[in-house]
């Protein structure tokens, strides 16, 4: 498996922006999809954006759809989650993810073998 960690996360304003970032080692990266998920108090693990091994498929929640954008740079075996005009609602724990499977359609956390420790986002209203 992938070993997995998060940096980035914190406390913003509503309407700021964090970037997430998410090293990856152990395998070789490019031969995983990589996903971030947030859990917040009391729900459930909920996806959030999937990128493809090259960077040229990407899938998103559609509450963060034209707010969020997952990236990777394969040479440094990083991925990234840009969140800009966060919003309360926002806030949560956020994962980091890997699987080698990609695939269109509604992504869950069984999709994903290798997980991170999270990093908490806190938007304040």
């Known amino acids: 498996q992938v070993q997995l960690v998060e940096s980035g996360g914190g406390l913003v304003q509503h309407g700021g922006s964090l970037r997430l970032s998410c090293a990856a080692s152990?395998?070789?990266?490019?031969?995983?999809?990589m996903g971030w998920f947030r859990q917040a108090p009391g729900k459930e693990r909920e996806f959030v954006a999937a990128?493809?091994?090259?960077?040229?498929?990407?899938d998103y929640l559609d509450s963060v759809k034209g707010r969020f954008t997952i990236s990777r740079d394969n040479a440094k075996n990083q991925v990234y989650l840009q969140m800009n005009s966060l919003k309360p609602e926002d806030t949560a724990v956020y994962y980091c993810a890997a699987t080698q499977s990609w695939h269109s359609g509604h992504w869950g956390p069984a999709d994903f073998g290798s997980w991170g420790q999270g990093t908490q986002v806190t938007v304040s209203s």
């Open positions: 990128i493809s091994w090259n960077g040229y498929s990407t």
């Open positions: 152990g395998r070789p990266f490019n031969k995983y999809v």
